[in-house]
């Protein structure tokens, strides 16, 4: 009998770290798990907005209100929009009456980085764009943009002209952190 509950000790012993191992295991693979799930979040923002600054097109837009022009790529602190830009590469595989040309903006709010899309670029202003949530717990997102003489700034278009050749002028490189 002493043997017996000997051995069963022994058991429960043994039982209850292999028990205390699993859970940690699981808890390990969980973790794992959403650390992988927030890199491949990651990495499909960074393709598309990789595959977006690579299309950039050197076309201006008219702004909602008036006849003014919006830069071809826009970029500045304090706006809804942190960077705005006309976009080439839509393809229109369903033959749609639309543009192959695309405007996209990039906004921050409190649930992280957004990609908005519209439908037409000299679009009016009662028109909603296309909202897509590309990247949750974002903080902040710093730009900088290298000007045709090599030097970084801060925001897009650098000259405050408007003329026709300036808002058509696209960056040499854009970094994004």
Do not use: C
């Amino acid at each position: 009998l002493m043997e017996l509950l000997v051995a069963m000790a022994i058991f429960a012993i043994v039982g209850t770290l292999a028990l205390s191992g699993y859970t940690e295991l699981q808890r390990q693979s969980e973790y794992a798990e959403q650390r992988l799930e927030r890199t491949r979040e990651v990495q499909r923002a960074v393709q598309t907005l990789g595959q977006d600054l690579a299309q950039v097109e050197p076309r201006p837009v008219r702004e909602p209100l008036g006849e003014a022009r919006l830069p071809a790529l826009l970029a500045r602190d304090g706006a809804e929009y942190q960077l705005e830009f006309t976009r080439a590469g839509w393809s229109n595989t369903a033959g749609l009456p639309r543009p192959t040309l695309q405007r996209v903006g990039y906004r921050m709010d409190q649930e992280g980085l957004w990609r908005d899309h519209w439908p037409v670029l000299d679009r009016p202003l009662a028109l909603e764009p296309e909202r897509r949530k590309l990247l949750g717990s974002v903080r902040a997102v710093r730009l900088r943009f290298m000007t045709p003489g090599r030097e970084w700034v801060d925001r897009w278009p650098a000259t405050d002209g408007g003329t026709d050749a300036e808002t058509r002028v696209r960056p040499v490189a854009i970094e994004i952190v």
